[in-house]
C-alpha cells in the first residue's frame, strides 16, 4: 500500500502535467532522503494499471537489491534483468542493470515507460544507447544532482527539470536527519593538482593523501569529532583505501576496505557487518555513494577531494538517513581535504539547470561560512559555534585614541605584516580559501591571489 508525503504526489503530477504537454523526458529533481524508491515503485504500478510495461534502470548491483526489496515490500510485482538472476519476461515491470538490459533487448518487451534511477548518469554511451532503441517510450530521470560529473547540464537527454524538496525543507520535517560538518586543517599539500575530466586527477590525488602521516591524522580527527560511531570513508585510490583501512585496524578500530572487485559474498557480509556495528569503518573510493542506504551510517569521513558537486553531494549526505532505531541522530561529517570551500554546506540552496553553462553549479558562489577554531565546526555565520558553544570575539570599534598615532600605526603596520605573511606562506588554494573565509573575502580575490602566486586556480576551487 502506498502512503505518498505530499510533495510525492506534486512531484508525480508535476511529472504527469509534462507529458501531457508534449515532453517526453523528464528529469525529478529530489535530494537524498525524499524517498526516490518509492516514487519509483507507485509510478511503475500506475503505468501496470494502465497495461503499460515500465523498465526501471539502475547502474550497480546494490541497487539492484535494494530496489528490489522496496518494490516486494510496497507489494509492486516485478521482474529483474541482471546478471545471476533469472529473467521473467512476462512481468510487466522489470528492474535492471543498465550493463545487462543493453545486452539482453532482444529478450526484452519494449517498454512505455522508462525510469532511470541516479539519471545524472544518462549521458554516458550505454544510457544513449538504451534510449535510442525505444524512441517512443516516455522517460522520467529522478536524481538529486542533475548535472554531469564535471558540472553541466543534462539538456541532451532531458526537456524539463521537476523541482522536489530542499535538504532544509526535508531535515525540517524529519525526512532526513541534521548534521555537524567539520572541517579539520588540511595536512595534505594539494598545490598543483591537474584537473582531467572536470575533476582532479587521480593518480595525483592518491600520491598526496596515501601518506602515514596524513591518515593518521585523519584516525585522530574520527576519534576526536565522532568515536565510535560508524563511518564511511571515502577514498582517492584502491590503495589509499586499502591503507586507511588498515591504519584504522591498528589503531584498535575494526575496519575493512571494498571495491568493485570485492567478491560480491565478502562485499554484503562487509556491509552487514557494517550495519550491525561490527565494522566501524567501511573503506572505499566510489562504491559506497548512490543509493548505498544505511540508516545506522553516523558519519562520514572526505578523504579524496573533489572538484565535482554532484560527487560531493553524493557522499557528504550518505549519513543523513534518519534512523528509527536512533530518532535523535545527528550525522556527522568530517571533511579533511576541504572540499566545503569549493562547494559550501550540504544543505545549500542550489540552483541546477539543464543548460551546458560555463559556470558550473555552485561555482564562483560565496558561502557565508564560519569555522570555529577550536572544534573545527563549520556553519553559517552565528555568534557562538552551534557545536562547541565557542564564542567567538567579537572586535568592538573604540574611536578613543589610546595610543599616540605614532604607535597605532604601527601596531596597524604589524597587523598588515601579519596578514600579508598568511597569504604569502599559503601554499595551495584549500589554504587561500580558508583565508578568504575567515576574513570575509569573495572567491574573486582568492583567484587574484592563485594567479599572482602561480598556484592553478582549478586546484582547489570548485
Not at 568530517?334 to 545549500?348: A, F, Q
Request: charged share 25%.
Amino acid at each position: 500500500m502506498f502512503e505518498l508525503r505530499d510533495y510525492q504526489e506534486l512531484l508525480i503530477e508535476g511529472a504527469r502535467l509534462e507529458f501531457q504537454n508534449g515532453k517526453q523526458r523528464t528529469c525529478i529533481v529530489a535530494p537524498c532522503g525524499a524517498g526516490k524508491t518509492v516514487l519509483m515503485a507507485y509510478m511503475s504500478a500506475q503505468a501496470r494499471l494502465k497495461g503499460n510495461n515500465t523498465m526501471f534502470v539502475v547502474h550497480r548491483q546494490e541497487l539492484i537489491d535494494q530496489s528490489s526489496a522496496t518494490f516486494s515490500a510496497m507489494g509492486v510485482p516485478h521482474g529483474i534483468i541482471a546478471a545471476g538472476y533469472p529473467m521473467t519476461v512476462n512481468e510487466q515491470i522489470q528492474i535492471g542493470s543498465i550493463q545487462t538490459i543493453v545486452r539482453r533487448t532482444d529478450k526484452i518487451t519494449p517498454p512505455q515507460l522508462i525510469i532511470l534511477d541516479e539519471a545524472h548518469h544518462a549521458t554516458a554511451n550505454t544510457w544513449r544507447k538504451l534510449l535510442q532503441l525505444y524512441p517512443d517510450a516516455f522517460v522520467i530521470g529522478l536524481t538529486a544532482t542533475p548535472a554531469r560529473m564535471g558540472g553541466d547540464g543534462l539538456g541532451d537527454i532531458f526537456e524539463s527539470l521537476i523541482m522536489g524538496p530542499t535538504v532544509k525543507e526535508l531535515i525540517a520535517s524529519g525526512n532526513l536527519s541534521p548534521f555537524k560538518y567539520y572541517a579539520p586543517p588540511v595536512a595534505a599539500d594539494l598545490e598543483g593538482l591537474r584537473v582531467k575530466y572536470g575533476d582532479f586527477a587521480q593518480s595525483e590525488v592518491a600520491m598526496r593523501m596515501d601518506k602515514s602521516e596524513i591518515i593518521g591524522d585523519l584516525i585522530d580527527q574520527y576519534q576526536r569529532l565522532a568515536p565510535g560511531a560508524r563511518a564511511v570513508c571515502y577514498c582517492a585510490s584502491l590503495a589509499h583505501s586499502q591503507h586507511t583501512a588498515e591504519m584504522f585496524r591498528q589503531a584498535g578500530i575494526p575496519a575493512l576496505h571494498i571495491d568493485g572487485e570485492t567478491p560480491d559474498v565478502a562485499r554484503k557480509a562487509a556491509i552487514n557487518d557494517f550495519k550491525n556495528g561490527s565494522i566501524k569503518i567501511l573503506c572505499n573510493v566510489d562504491l559506497i555513494s548512490e543509493g548505498f542506504d544505511v540508516p545506522a551510517m553516523e558519519a562520514v569521513i572526505l578523504a579524496r577531494p573533489t572538484q565535482s558537486l554532484t560527487l560531493f553531494i553524493q557522499q557528504s549526505m550518505r549519513a543523513m538517513r534518519p534512523d528509527k532505531e536512533n530518532p535523535e541522530k545527528i550525522a556527522i561529517i568530517i571533511d579533511h581535504v576541504g572540499n566545503l570551500y569549493r562547494h559550501g554546506l550540504p544543505d545549500e540552496d542550489r540552483e541546477w539547470s539543464l543548460e551546458n553553462n560555463k559556470k558550473r553549479p555552485g561555482e564562483k558562489r560565496e558561502f557565508p561560512l564560519k569555522q570555529c577554531p577550536k572544534c573545527f565546526g563549520a556553519h553559517r555565520p552565528a555568534p557562538v559555534c552551534p557545536y562547541c558553544t565557542h564564542v567567538y570575539q567579537v572586535e568592538e570599534r573604540d574611536n578613543t585614541p589610546k595610543q599616540r598615532a605614532g604607535e597605532l600605526a604601527e601596531v596597524i603596520e604589524l597587523e598588515k605584516r601579519k596578514r600579508k605573511e598568511e597569504v604569502r606562506q599559503a601554499r595551495n588554494v584549500v589554504t587561500l580559501e580558508q583565508i578568504a573565509m575567515q576574513r570575509g573575502y569573495s572567491p574573486h580575490w582568492v583567484r587574484k591571489m592563485c594567479e599572482l602566486k602561480r598556484i592553478p586556480f582549478g586546484a582547489g576551487s570548485g
